[in-house]
């Protein structure tokens, strides 16, 4: 397998425009999660998805997030409209199981709001 | 709810040296614990894991860590440091019932030789 795959690995954008993440996880894994990563605060969970369903966006900043899993290859995190301090390296991983199992991560998409 | 604490932002040690990465959690019950990894540019890999049996367990890379629930630690230790284990270092906890696992701040580690 190839992998928790990301695109695109770099972004840069200028404030105000829509961006969208894309995430393909482990084929058979049942459980996706996004993730932020910033110097400020560390590695954030934003939302998790169990078998496509959303099960906790609790930590989804603000309306301009907003997260799909139309099916089991394949989410979205999607931030309209994007400002600056959205910049960060946002983080996909997938996950077969329970909680103890391992979450593969991919290899990132680095956020520039200019 | 589970939270976890890595007291050290960044350690430097000498090439050969050992290590240890301090962590500490919060939960009541049996926790599940991990190790990660994060070189530059990359994603988290999986170190080693805890969530039952014996407390001292066995990773990949030659990391090992070990689980004391009377200090509430799950520290990290390699005998002697590679110039390829410098990257940060991330612990997490996880509990039974929940699917979301707390991520510490990160350690960075730095080797120089």
């Known amino acids: 397998d190839a992998g928790v795959i990301q695109s695109p690995r770099h972004e840069v954008t200028e404030m105000g425009q829509e961006v969208t993440l894309r995430c393909k996880p482990i084929s058979g894994h049942d459980y996706l999660f996004w993730y932020r990563q910033t110097m400020m605060r560390g590695l954030e969970l934003l939302i998790y998805?169990?078998?496509?369903?959303?099960?906790?966006d609790s930590g989804m900043p603000e309306d301009r997030f907003s997260a799909k899993m139309p099916n089991a290859s394949f989410s979205t995190l999607k931030i309209q409209p994007s400002e600056p301090r959205d910049s960060a390296v946002y983080f996909c991983a997938s996950r077969a199981g329970r909680i103890y199992n391992e979450q593969f991560f991919g290899p990132g998409t680095r956020l520039t709001v200019l | 709810a589970q939270s976890v604490t890595q007291p050290d932002i960044h350690i430097t040690v000498s090439e050969g040296a050992s290590l240890e990465l301090r962590c500490n959690y919060s939960?009541?019950?049996?926790?599940?614990l991990f190790w990660y990894v994060q070189s530059p540019g990359q994603g988290l890999q999986l170190l080693l894991k805890?969530?039952?049996?014996?407390?001292l367990v066995q990773g990949i890379k030659g990391f090992e860590a070990e689980f004391k629930r009377s200090q509430s630690s799950f520290n990290l230790r390699k005998p002697s440091v590679h110039w390829s284990d410098a990257a940060e270092y991330f612990c997490?906890?996880?509990?039974?019932?929940?699917?979301?696992?707390?991520f510490g701040t990160g350690t960075k580690l730095q080797v120089i030789p």
């Open positions: 998805f169990n078998n496509n369903v959303p099960i906790d």
């Open positions: 805890y969530f039952s049996g014996d407390t």
């Open positions: 939960y009541g019950a049996t926790p599940y």
């Open positions: 997490a906890v996880g509990a039974a019932g929940y699917q979301k696992v707390t």
